[in-house]
């Protein structure tokens, strides 16, 4: 018998093994999966300070210490979405020897400093629902505030609080494309042309900073590929792995 590839999932900001089920159901046939959640989703508790992608990477490692994966092939395949990326890569940068493969799903690597948007969102914390308490803002409603965090890329803000959207306006600042260049692991880079919550743009520079990359682009997939076509997504990673 063949032994399988394990197969580490690393869901999103919001996403838990629950989200990633469909997928994890169909690549069972051909991996080993194992989906660790995030603190503050899926089965974990938020933790009791303000965390950034050092403390998540950290559990991650953890994790994989864990027995469950002793049994489990000795190097594994990691895969991270969106902010499961951006942690996968802090990850794969310093312990590469651990891993086969990376693979990469419209992942929030790229985090460039805006100072408006640190000020307008750090006002709106001290301000609470006031700014959107204005008439011509308060009769446009969900409408308005989808479209006002789209344009300061912070669409997850209004659903985070307490030490929730702490973690969140930290972990959104912390850029790591300066750890791209000494990834040396073979790494997919896989973007939907849809993608409105990372750009197609950050997936192309992230595939060029990588020395041992492949870029998979998706016409007309979205964010969230492993929902959109979860079968699609699988023969993806599974003709790469091969």
Request: with cysteine; hydrophobic share 45%.
């Amino acid at each position: 018998m063949i032994e399988k590839n394990a197969l580490i999932i690393l869901p999103g900001w919001g996403g838990s093994h629950e989200t990633w089920a469909d997928f994890i159901a169909l690549a069972q046939r051909d991996f080993n999966v194992v989906c660790i959640d995030l603190p503050c989703f899926g089965t974990e508790p938020c933790p009791t300070s303000v965390w950034g992608v050092e403390e998540y990477s950290n559990l991650v490692f953890d994790k994989i210490k864990d027995s469950k994966f002793q049994i489990l092939n000795s190097r594994f395949i990691l895969l991270g979405h969106s902010f499961g990326g951006q942690v996968a890569v802090k990850v794969a940068s310093e312990r590469p020897e651990i891993f086969s493969h990376l693979i990469l799903i419209g992942a929030a690597v790229i985090r460039p400093s805006r100072k408006i948007r640190r000020f307008i969102l750090g006002k709106l914390a001290q301000t609470g629902k006031f700014f959107f308490s204005f008439p011509m803002i308060e009769d446009y409603g969900a409408w308005f505030k989808k479209v006002f965090y789209a344009g300061i890329d912070a669409r997850d803000y209004p659903r985070t609080v307490g030490l929730k959207r702490e973690i969140f306006k930290k972990i959104i600042r912390e850029d790591l494309s300066h750890l791209l260049p000494e990834i040396k692991i073979p790494t997919l880079v896989v973007w939907g042309t849809h993608d409105t919550y990372v750009p197609l743009r950050d997936g192309k520079k992230i595939a060029n900073l990588l020395p041992n990359s492949s870029l998979k682009i998706i016409p007309k997939g979205k964010h969230g590929l492993h929902l959109q076509d979860p079968n699609g997504l699988l023969e993806i990673i599974r003709a790469y792995v091969q």
